[in-house]
């Protein structure tokens, strides 16, 4: 089976996102099964017709991301409708308004969706109209560089390359609204405990203000810029980011509404301990292994931090249980799954 995988994440600003991450990963682990032939390339350039399967990894609904035709069996990856969700903090305007209903149409012609939760799926179904059996649910999976690092030397280096704290709260990740970033500084705030926010977007100064999403990174700024409990370190590279997890006193995912949470499951397999908030997906993929926070509640998400900081035996039990849960998530079973996929597509089910 001839395989073609989009390259467009791999060169665009979220290539440093979760979505580039997805696409990396999952291309490097279905170039290890012998029954495919796998390539990754510009799919509005390449010839398309050679191949069998051609698999979109992202999917934007106010901009003409899926092709206006199709050129072989095609599989889009949706990782979550946040924008159709909370339309007031992610406004389409006219265009976008014109591209979602083109996005629509054309999402309705693909052969099958993965989507990483059976909470993505649920508002995929709701709010773009795609039949609930050409919806797959695909889990993801940290990258093999996420585990434990017991070498003090490397751990000393990287806080004292970021000047990080002795105690912190860490979150990776974007200041969108549906991060509740605001919320968990608020929190940090209450529970006296410094907070490290690691992804690109919160140290940028060059983002237009006025923008209705741009609203929570200017609340931060506003609220925290300048608390020296708040340290902004922006964009790290990942083994940076191994070292940053291996070192956080507890790792923090407040968020309103999640596709997946990677940052959840890579904090867990460096054996930090995690608080989520208690919103559909991070349930669906942490339950059972984590503390969860009302994200609504800064309260709440405050005394959440305090028990793990101050109680060593619920520390070590959501260390155990974290590392015992992210052995079930896997990139050689997301691919093995995405196989399935494509094989149900040619199939013709």
Known sequence: MKVAIDSGPLTSGDSIRGVGFYTRQLADALKKDSSLEVEVLDLAKAGLSRFDIVHYTSFNPYFLTLPLRKAAKTVVTIHDVIPL????????????TIKL???????????????????????????????SNKVDVVYEA????????????????????????????????????????????????LARTPLVIVGKQARAEDFDPSHPENKPLNMLLEKYGNSPQILRVGFVPDEDLVAIYNLASVYCQPSFYEGFGLPVVEAMACGTPVICAKTQALVEIAKGACLFADPKDPKDISEKIQKVLTDNELKSQLVETGTALVKNYSWEKTAKATIDVYRKVMAGE
């Open 85 to 96: 969700i909370y339309p007031k903090h992610y406004p389409a305007g006219l265009r976008g």
């Open 142 to 189: 940290p990258g093999d560089i996420y585990q434990p690092i017991k070498d003090r030397n490397i751990l000393g280096k990287i806080s004292k390359k970021y000047n990080l704290p002795s105690k912190f709260v860490l979150y990776v990740g974007d200041v969108n609204y549906n991060k509740n970033v605001v919320g968990l500084a608020d929190a940090c705030k």
């Open 101 to 131: 209903f083109i996005q629509k149409f054309l999402v309705s012609r693909v052969n099958a969706v993965i989507t990483p939760s059976e909470t993505s799926k649920k508002d995929i179904v709701r709010l773009l109209g795609i039949q």
